[in-house]
């Protein structure tokens, strides 16, 4: 009998690859977001399609109902933003889930968290999932991310069986976030190199991801309750990664140096005016950003690839050639 599956966040760029594979793998999937459009693609596909947002506390009960593995994939994921919100979507939005998962009998829930939590503005490589956090979040996104793992750890010791990932960097066909910004950056000016973009720093190929999530469907009660770092495992500086980009799309890279100083002080600036007068519209520099930019931060994989028998499957120059190759047919005159 075919199991019952939820993907939350199920039309972002993540959800809508896992929602896909587990129809492929022949699972009975309805994905659950916000975007009617992607949701009307999914549900072409045979997928269940729910449009609703993970701050409506009932709808979320309801599309809990009869499944037996919920994904929770829905975020307010954005360097910037009020924290009245992110806390409506990440905390309170996880409250939901889980609150739906225990009225409704799912037998697992499967997280996905973040990296960012581990952020500190300063170089960190090999970071351990157990390995001491920041005494201060880098921003409200890492903030509300964090006490969602909390409630999820909560919910484990009350008998939900859970499982934790930390993705760090998704990026692949369908992306609209890291690489589209840069190449956006480079077509309207230039793409700013903070400490000459020679900070090394992790990607994941999206479909490894997936392919992590999977793992956890059927993962042993010894991984339950516990958190996983997912990358690609193959460090690369940022230079390296917008040479190549730019080389396979057949574009000039246009880069400007600018000092960490410098950068780090234009986006306090913006922050503040975007605060003041501009209804916390995300600046082109936030503080974090630049950080991101310029600190080397690279994650250790051991506990991934021993309790769940993670394996990176596509490296990153095999992700930058099928980006390269899906944006060039996007953008096709």
Known sequence: MKKRVLVTGGTGFLGRKLAARLQENGYLVTALGRNEEVGLLLSKRGIGFVQADITDKEAVRRACRDQEIVFHAAAFSSPWGKYKDMYAANVAGTAHVIAGCKSQGVHRLIHVSTPSIYFGFEDRLGIKESDPLPRRFANTYAQTKYLAELLVDKAFKEGLATVTIRPRALFGPGDNAILPRLIRANEEKFVPLIGGGRATVDLTYVENVVDAL?????????????????????????????????????????????????????????????????????????????????????????????????????????????????????HED
């Open 214 to 330: 999977l793992l956890c469907i059927d993962s042993p009660s010894s991984t339950w309750g516990q958190a996983y770092n997912i990358t690609n495992g193959e460090p690369v500086t940022m230079i390296e990664v917008l040479k190549e980009v730019f080389r396979r799309l057949g574009m000039p890279l246009r880069t400007r140096q600018i000092s960490y100083r410098r950068a780090y002080a234009a986006a306090w600036v913006m922050e503040l005016a975007s605060k003041a007068v501009l209804n916390y519209k995300e600046p082109i520099l936030t503080r974090y950003s630049v950080g991101v930019l310029a600190k080397s931060q690279t994650l250790d994989i051991t506990r991934a690839k021993e309790k769940l028998g993670y394996k990176p499957r596509v490296s990153i120059a095999e992700g930058i050639e099928a980006f390269t190759k899906w944006w060039r047919m996007q």
